[in-house]
């Protein structure tokens, strides 16, 4: 453990020396892709740690930001634990090398805790400290997950408004879809302008994930005026509640299995599934969800 701290410590050294220049090395900033549902249970954050694992074995610098207030377990899930959370940084506690837990696959993780609610009672000091401590982010990682809480309430829709992509979580059954119409219905409302993408988790069979997708697609494009793209569909595994058991996320667990081919073509399509807009990396997205806050 003493060794990945100092590992992280010169990371962020050297994050410290490249902030700013971005434009000049060459690297584009930050994916910032918030994962969502409309209701919770349907396997959201399951899914955003083995995406995780997926896109870091395809050569993506990730860092996993768990910003679910109500069941906060991406660390359960992923297999790493952290002492600390996004307060520490927010209430200048800690230098950020000490808050990031280091998790498989050279993935990092940031717990939200509660310095997600936080945020919306910031002074202009501790705003201005977060947003440049918020920035080294952008020198090192190619994508920023955001795991979000389930529903519509507006700590959730904060998050989703301010992404530059993303990704709904849904189930076959009926009130997951309800839910996740119910999700795009309030996104709609606060016109917003994110890339939308689709992930169909437990379905059993080829006909039932297009009839689900189509369903979903169809009703958000002929009712809300959204376009949301496909990005694939998850078959039901029994492998996935072994892995939690495990503590692991399934696809260092049970790395052949149906789910894990599943997500590993999903994080496949992910990178080549570019966001139309330029990202606007971890330091724009921090500016938009604070500036939700206080709006």
């Not at 009130?175 to 437990?202: C, E, F, H, I, P």
Request: some cysteine; overall charge positive.
């Amino acid at each position: 453990m003493h060794d990945q701290a100092e590992k992280l410590r010169q990371l962020v050294q050297t994050s410290q020396g490249a902030v700013g220049k971005s434009s000049d090395n060459g690297k584009n900033n930050t994916r910032v892709i918030t994962i969502t549902s409309g209701k919770g249970g349907v396997g959201k954050t399951n899914f955003t740690v083995n995406l995780a694992v997926a896109l870091a074995r395809l050569g993506q610098k990730i860092l996993v930001i768990d910003a679910d207030l109500g069941a906060a377990n991406v660390d359960v899930v992923l297999g790493c634990t952290s002492s600390y959370s996004l307060l520490h940084i927010i209430d200048d506690q800690l230098p950020i090398a000490d808050v990031i837990a280091d998790g498989p696959e050279g993935i990092r993780y940031l717990s939200g805790g509660s310095g997600i609610q936080r945020l919306a009672n910031l002074d202009e000091i501790q705003l201005a400290r977060l947003i440049n401590k918020i920035a080294l982010f952008d020198s090192w990682a190619d994508i920023i997950l955001i795991d979000t809480g389930a529903g519509v309430s507006r700590n959730v829709i904060n998050f989703v408004l301010a992404a530059d992509e993303v990704i709904l979580i849904t189930t076959p059954e009926p009130t997951a879809l309800t839910d996740a119409y119910a999700m795009l219905k309030t996104y709609s409302s606060y016109q917003g302008t994110a890339s939308l993408k689709l992930v169909v988790n437990r379905v059993t069979e080829i006909a039932e994930g297009e009839m689900v997708k189509a369903r979903l697609m169809n009703a958000a494009a002929r009712f809300l005026a959204l376009s949301v793209d496909s990005l694939g569909v998850i078959y039901e595994d029994s492998n996935l509640v072994r892995a939690v058991k495990k503590q692991q996320p399934v696809l260092l667990a049970y790395p052949g299995t149906i789910a894990s081919r599943c997500i590993k073509t999903i994080a496949g399509q992910l990178i080549n599934h570019r966001t139309p807009a330029a990202p606007q990396g971890i330091k724009g997205f921090f500016h938009k969800v604070l500036g939700f806050w206080n709006r």
